[in-house]
């Protein structure tokens, strides 16, 4: 059954919430969903990655993850701090009246990145990311991924039209490219209009369809 793991979704673990998912990680190649990082905090912000197979359940209210809260909290953080060299604070030089600040030349390697655990080329789909047509022009926005629930694969990409309040429904097969910038569709906008548009009914008859194929 196709369910939807919305952006901004609650996240129950088995001994209550965990968090919320912030963002969604794509491979880069066959633009499936392969983790979730879900956003814990409010003074002290983590963004943690939940690979998709630990999802046991999604609905319109939240996504249930086959684990406690204990669990979520030992796993590892989508991004990781990196210092590299050593700091020193700059010395004030000239008593009684400070002149100016003397930098030590240690400093001067010092650098703090920011690293990212998954893997290289890894795509992060968040609310909001700009989708494209073929010919570079704005379709939307993203609102979610549409996810088969059994089979932990992404369906469909759930975005949001400008000037419309109804979301509508891209067939993943017809994405080319995700970036950090967009989401490249292979289809033109007269195509994009003419995209299903998504409510509970279409969920519903498309969930049928997966059950009972045609043959």
């Known amino acids: 059954m ?3 793991i919305g952006l901004g979704l609650k996240v129950q ?3 209550g919430q965990g968090g919320k998912v912030s963002k969604i990680i794509t491979d880069p190649e066959s ?3 392969t983790y979730l990082v879900v956003k814990r905090g409010r003074l002290h912000i983590r963004e943690i990655l939940v690979p998709v197979s630990l999802v046991a359940e999604v609905t319109e209210e939240a996504v249930f993850l086959n684990m406690t809260r204990e669990t979520l909290v030992g796993l590892s953080d989508y991004e990781y701090t990196v210092r590299k060299g050593e700091y020193q604070k700059p010395l004030i ?3 009684p009246r400070p002149r100016y600040l003397h930098y030590p030349a240690s400093s001067k390697g010092f ?3 920011r690293q990212r655990n998954v893997p290289e080329r890894s795509v992060a789909v968040e609310k909001g990311l700009v989708i494209l047509d073929s010919e570079g022009r704005e379709a939307g926005k993203v609102e979610g991924v549409i996810v088969d629930s059994r089979k932990r694969q992404g369906r469909y990409v759930l975005f949001r039209r ?3 309040s109804i979301p509508r429904l891209i067939p ?3 994405v080319d490219d995700v970036t950090l910038e967009a989401v490249q ?6 195509y994009v209009e003419l995209l299903p548009v998504y409510t509970k009914r279409t969920a519903r008859r498309r969930a049928k369809e997966q059950e009972h194929p045609l043959r």
């Open 111 to 113: 650098m703090v990145l």
């Open 185 to 190: 569709l292979r289809i033109g906008s007269e």
């Open 13 to 15: 673990c088995l001994d």
């Open 93 to 95: 030089v000239g008593h």
């Open 31 to 33: 633009h499936q969903p």
């Open 2 to 4: 196709k369910k939807q």
């Open 172 to 174: 993943s097969d017809l």
């Open 162 to 164: 400008v000037h419309e």
